[in-house]
């Protein structure tokens, strides 16, 4: 293996990971803090792709302007899909089986990914990179593209956001209180609903992040929202529930994984999160930065 082939290919899983890791991470919370498996939460995600794609087809052009613009529309937009679906379904659920939760979430998944056919069709869609993120930049002598090069950045950025939010803000100490205390939380006088549902809100806002990302990144269609929830599911097991380093741990094993795999092994390189997911539960069920429940 050449030194140009292995940085080329750790670039572009870093780039796969990362992009796996916003998607991931939103999940990661929603279930580490309701104990709500979200089945629809890739649904979201493909959602905020299709949203990004009719809004960069309204202003057309692939500016930096547009794209951020996107940025700033997109997410909310999904956040707010996601406070309506919150107060509607989702707080009815918070104490009943996982099965029930499942049942629901997957019913979710087939009204949603009915709605986004009927809405923008089955033909693949993209949106235009922007300007500024559309060549290449060179490292150790390779052309590698700025726009996976942006996305590697990316994922640290957010990573370190959602720490310092969850752990040197009190909304973060909310959060977390709601996780082991929240009888306790509550007679503190604090809404723990709101608490909740703000929760659900930034997993969300998460989702829709990953699809504004991902719709410049490769062709959108009606599969990628269930092929990334199986993804950030593996990511999950793979790190512990509500753990944001271990979600980042987890998608980074995935995205190199599945990268470095995938040319000897080629479609079997897709059977890699399921290996390591598997050998995760036999050997540490609550994930590498989880913590065993009672």
């Known amino acids: 293996m050449s030194i140009e082939y292995f940085v080329f290919m750790t670039i572009n899983g870093l780039s796969q990971g990362m992009l796996l890791f916003i998607i991931a991470s939103g999940l990661s919370l929603v279930f580490g803090v309701l104990r709500v498996i979200n089945f629809a939460h890739g649904s979201l995600y493909m959602i905020g792709a299709f949203l990004a794609f009719s809004i960069s087809s309204l202003v057309s052009g692939g500016s930096l302007f547009n794209f951020l613009l996107l940025l700033l529309v997109v997410p909310p937009a999904i956040a707010i899909l996601g406070f309506i679906l919150e107060i509607s379904l989702f707080r009815r659920v918070y104490r009943q089986e996982h099965l029930l939760q499942l049942l629901l979430t997957y019913a979710l998944v087939l009204i949603l990914d009915d709605l986004v056919r009927i809405v923008w069709g089955g033909n693949p869609r993209n949106v235009p990179r922007p300007e500024i993120l559309a060549g290449s930049v060179d490292i150790f002598g390779l052309a590698l593209p700025t726009y996976n090069v942006f996305i590697m950045f990316m994922g640290p950025v957010i990573a370190l956001g959602l720490w310092w939010l969850l752990h040197r803000t009190r909304a973060g100490n909310l959060i977390r209180a709601a996780v082991t205390f929240p009888d306790t939380l509550g007679a503190l006088g604090v809404n723990v609903s709101w608490v909740m549902t703000s929760t ?95």
């Open 200 to 294: 659900f809100m930034l997993g969300c806002w998460l989702a829709g992040l990953g699809g504004v990302l991902m719709a410049a990144l490769a062709n959108i269609d009606l599969g990628i929202g269930m092929e990334k929830i199986i993804e950030s599911f593996a990511v999950v097991v793979i790190g512990g529930l509500g753990s944001i380093g271990g979600a980042l741990l987890g998608s980074l094993i995935i995205g190199l994984g599945v990268t470095f795999f995938q040319l000897p092994l080629g479609r079997w390189a897709l059977v890699f999160p399921y290996v390591i997911m598997a050998l995760v539960l036999i050997w540490r069920p609550w994930g590498f930065f989880g913590k065993p429940e009672r």
